[in-house]
């Protein structure tokens, strides 16, 4: 009962934040705050998995199809449809649910405790959309595109490896990503994204703008934000692989 008591109150948290919206010069300074804060502060951590994720991969594929039958160009293609389909979107994003989601929960938690959300209401002002929308749609925007940057990374980060350790060269890795390249692939990378971005920020939101207590109540809230992030990232996943592939 209690998952169904969360689930109606989260629904009605995203519908609130739309039914009294602020004017739009608020909300656009905001949003592009919070697109800097999630998108390029987040770019180094992105950059570092999404290079030695395509390293290791690579590697370990190697490992696993090395033998005179087997073409090198073939290890190139897996590292590149593997970094697409499910490595570059789900790893990332999981990272993404540690730090952004934390953050976000943190700071709306704190909001929360230290009454100014409370002022914000007295104020006339729709507090759940100034504190939480533009951070989804910040979300929304950035993660994507951290998604592709991820996806560019982990298949440099293959061609080093494959390169570095003398396992195939920079030709055939980009020769094996080619031949078996679908453009649905990226599209349904790049909706998984989008699913990840929202699920990440509103649900941190949510918990976030919900923290009842003090200081200790604010890391309560951060690490259900994560928690919770994580799970429904990984449920979605199977969901969307089950009805898109």
């Known amino acids: 009962m209690l998952l169904f008591y969360h689930f109606g109150k989260y629904l009605l948290f995203l519908k609130g934040m739309f039914t009294k919206p602020e004017k739009f010069r608020v909300y656009w300074e ?3 705050h919070e697109m800097s804060n999630i998108g390029i502060g987040s770019l180094a951590i992105v950059a570092i998995i999404a290079i030695f994720q395509g390293a290791v991969t690579t590697l370990q594929i190697a490992y696993q199809l090395i033998s005179p039958l087997v073409a090198n160009p073939v290890i190139g293609s897996i ?13 990332t994003c999981l990272v993404l649910a540690g730090k952004v989601g934390s953050h976000i929960a943190s700071e ?6 230290t009454e100014q959300i409370d002022a914000l209401e007295i104020m006339g002002i729709n507090s759940a959309g100034f504190v939480a929308l533009p951070k989804i749609i910040a979300g929304i925007v950035m993660v994507p595109m951290l998604i592709i940057i991820s996806i560019f990374l982990s298949n440099v980060g293959g061609i080093i490896a494959g ?6 060269t920079p030709d055939e890795f980009i020769q094996g990503a080619r031949d078996t390249f679908r453009t649905f692939n990226l599209i349904f990378s790049l909706i998984k994204a989008f699913t990840y971005a929202f699920i990440i920020t509103s649900v941190s939101c949510y918990y976030g703008y919900y923290t009842e207590g ?21 449920f979605s996943d199977y969901l969307l692989s089950q009805l898109l592939l």
């Not at 590149?80 to 790893?91: K, M």
């Not at 709306?108 to 405790?113: C, L, S």
């Not at 890391?219 to 992030?229: I, L, N, P």
């Open 163 to 168: 390169q570095a350790s003398g396992i195939l």
């Open 214 to 234: 003090g200081a200790l109540e604010v890391g309560t809230s951060s690490t259900r934000a994560v928690v919770y992030s994580a799970v429904l990232i990984l």
């Open 108 to 113: 709306i938690g704190t909001m929360r405790v």
């Open 79 to 91: 590292v590149s449809d593997s970094s697409i389909l499910e490595l570059a979107p789900t790893i």
């Open 30 to 32: 905001r949003t592009l």
